[in-house]
Nanobody
Framework: QVQLVESGGGLVQAGGSLRLSCAASIRTFSTYAMGWFRQAPGKEREFVAA????????YYADSVKGRFTSSRDNAKSTVYLQMKNLKPEDTAVYYC?????????????????WGQGTQVTVSS
């Protein structure tokens, strides 16, 4: 059974930074493209970032482009989301997701496994 566990969330002031991690219990982690999504209270879950199986390609939502960077360490079965210049509108629960043998995608239904999420709160 695949498990994804996010960590690194917390409370930060506007303009601050956080780095989220997502550890995967996947033996063949490099066969999964990974994505990050977020869900704010009362809103639908939205795409944030995706990273290819090798880590060589990334794709970002316009709202985070230039501020967020996704990377991965396949040897550690972990994907990261570095978030800089955080804004109050970035406040949400952040989820990582895994897509088996897939490419970059911003579509929720393309992903096969999801983590439980980690809360990020940005104060103004």
């Amino acid at each position: 059974q695949v498990q994804l566990v996010e960590s690194g969330g917390g409370l930060v002031q506007a303009g601050g930074s956080l780095r989220l991690s997502c550890a995967a219990s996947i033996r063949t982690f490099s066969t999964y493209a990974m994505g990050w999504f977020r869900q704010a209270p009362g809103k639908e879950r939205e795409f944030v970032a995706a990273i290819s199986r090798s880590g060589g390609s990334t794709y970002y939502a316009d709202s985070v482009k230039g501020r967020f960077t996704s990377s991965r360490d396949n040897a550690k079965s972990t994907v990261y989301l570095q978030m800089k210049n955080l804004k109050p509108e970035d406040t949400a629960v952040y989820y990582c997701a895994a897509r088996y043998l897939g490419g970059l995608s911003e579509v929720r239904s393309d992903y096969d496994y999801w983590g439980q999420g980690t809360q990020v709160t940005v104060s103004s």
